[in-house]
């Protein structure tokens, strides 16, 4: 192998290992973030990306992925890279590389707007604040590329469950519950809990089986709990 190939063995190793760590380390707020997401949609928030240097792209980025779907039937999604167009009530998404932002961090602090935060090893304040460690700025931007997919993904899985971002959970009164799974079909599962069944969306939880008690709200599972 050539040393250039060598270099670039490594470089992908290393991605692929802060990677493994990132989703590990924060799959369960990435799922809560993009249920919040959902639901701030519904209500009507627009998405407010904002990112300085390298990534300002990244932050143009995110905002054509929700404004211009490139899955047939997926509904578009309000999205802009103009800070000074957040109003309350809307959704504040900040991208930082690495060290610190102070236009990022100025938007985070608004007032009354949903905010979700990626950073470099330096975690800052957000409802939903997601720090890759890693202090490679090529790195931390492609695990944040790949975790802002996934916010869009998850997002319109919420929106394909009828009842998901309702203001209550006509089933558990707005609470997620715990409940023992007793059947399993492909991306779904059938959960009992106190003698009632119900089928649900297991996308957000990989590998269930019969067995297993997950955290349920609005039909889908949120998490595995045993």
Same mark, same amino acid.
């Given at each position: 192998?050539?040393?250039?190939?060598?270099?670039?063995?490594?470089?992908?190793?290393?991605?692929?290992?802060?990677?493994?760590?990132?989703?590990?380390?924060?799959?369960?707020?990435?799922?809560?973030?993009? /249920? @919040?997401? @959902?639901?701030?949609?519904?209500?009507?928030?627009?998405?407010?990306?904002?990112?300085?240097?390298?990534?300002?792209?990244?932050?143009? /980025?995110?905002?054509?992925?929700?404004?211009?779907?490139?899955?047939?039937?997926?509904? @578009?999604?309000?999205?802009?890279?103009?800070?000074?167009?957040?109003?309350?009530?809307?959704?504040?998404?900040?991208?930082? /590389?690495?060290?610190?932002?102070?236009?990022?961090?100025?938007?985070?602090?608004?007032?009354?707007?949903?905010?979700?935060? $990626?950073?470099?090893?330096?975690?800052?304040?957000?409802?939903?604040? $997601?720090?890759?460690?890693?202090?490679?700025?090529?790195?931390?931007?492609?695990?944040?590329?790949?975790?802002?997919?996934?916010?869009?993904?998850?997002?319109?899985? $919420? $929106?394909?469950?009828?009842?998901?971002?309702?203001?209550?959970?006509?089933?558990?009164?707005?609470?997620?519950?715990?409940?023992?799974?007793?059947?399993?079909?492909?991306?779904?599962?059938?959960?009992?809990?106190?003698?009632?069944?119900?089928?649900?969306?297991?996308?957000?939880?990989?590998?269930?089986?019969?067995?297993?008690?997950?955290?349920?709200?609005?039909?889908?599972?949120?998490?595995?709990? @045993?």
């Amino acid at each position: 192998m050539t040393p250039d190939a060598s270099l670039l063995a490594r470089s992908i190793d290393e991605r692929e290992r802060v990677l493994s760590l990132f989703l590990g380390a924060e799959q369960e707020q990435l799922s809560l973030a993009c /249920h @919040a997401l @959902a639901r701030a949609f519904a209500a009507g928030a627009t998405l407010v990306a904002c990112g300085n240097g390298s990534a300002a792209s990244d932050a143009a /980025h995110v905002a054509v992925e929700f404004m211009h779907p490139v899955i047939v039937g997926k509904r @578009a999604l309000p999205a802009v890279t103009a800070p000074e167009l957040a109003r309350a009530g809307d959704i504040a998404l900040g991208l930082v /590389h690495g060290g610190r932002d102070p236009l990022v961090e100025e938007l985070l602090a608004r007032p009354g707007l949903l905010t979700i935060a $990626f950073t470099g090893p330096e975690r800052i304040e957000a409802d939903y604040s $997601f720090a890759v460690q890693s202090d490679d700025r090529a790195i931390v931007q492609e695990v944040q590329e790949t975790a802002y997919h996934v916010l869009w993904e998850l997002v319109h899985v $919420f $929106f394909d469950h009828p009842g998901l971002i309702a203001d209550a959970c006509i089933t558990c009164g707005d609470v997620a519950v715990e409940a023992r799974v007793v059947e399993v079909a492909g991306a779904t599962a059938v959960i009992e809990r106190d003698g009632t069944r119900e089928e649900i969306a297991v996308d957000l939880v990989g590998d269930v089986a019969v067995g297993d008690t997950l955290l349920c709200h609005a039909g889908v599972a949120l998490e595995r709990i @045993a």
